[in-house]
């Protein structure tokens, strides 16, 4: 079962904060997050295993709520290039399939 | 390196045609994906092969076929395509068989059945 993602889609300006969230219906074993900018395949951000810890990649972080089974994205200070499609990827505890969620179109505005 | 290599990247079919998508991967990885993304949408799974000589069903596997060539090659069959079968696919591949394995994609194949 897909994980669900919101908003939808997000407008910012640059330097504005973003937080992108991914919540799955089943416990999870670890959630990924990647970018994929437009006519281009998706890039590998950071994953998150489960026991809640907190990544960060340059200005971008992000934490898993295991009990919640929801995971956050953080955009901080958006920057032009942050502009892209962001989606969640999940495992469940048999740890064999990643199924991502539909995605949050971000756009970042001068 | 070349990292995950897939071919064609463009692909015209009429209904019913046959073909295959093929994937390379050259970094020694045990995990390969095939993914489908519709306009505006999620990527969804077709089928993985978590180690060489194994494969197994995804999300939508219904109307294709794969096959682990080897450890380095992945290939997906459209036996009879359908136009629902309009989409993005991307091959991936992982160092780790699930338990948390980044995915690294190919530059997709964009295929359009008329």
Known sequence: QQPVQSPQAVILREGEDAVINCSSSKALYSVHWYRQKHGEAPVFLMILLKGGEQKGHEKISASFNEKKQQSSLYLTASQLSYSGTYFCGTENNAGNMLTFGGGTRLMVKP | ?114
């Open chain 2, 1 to 114: 390196n070349a990292g995950v290599t897939q071919t064609p990247k463009f692909q015209v079919l009429k209904t019913g045609q046959s073909m295959t998508l093929q994937c390379a991967q050259d970094m020694n990885h045990n995990s390969m994906y095939w993914y489908r993304q519709d306009p505006g949408m999620g990527l969804r799974l077709i089928y993985y092969s978590a180690s060489e000589g194994t494969t197994d069903k995804g999300e939508v596997p219904n109307g294709y076929n794969v096959s682990r060539l080897n450890k380095r090659e992945f290939s997906l069959r459209l036996e009879s395509a359908a136009p629902s079968q309009t989409s993005v696919y991307f091959c991936a591949s992982s160092p780790i068989g699930g338990q948390g394995g980044k995915l690294f994609f190919g530059s997709g194949t964009q295929l359009s059945v008329l």
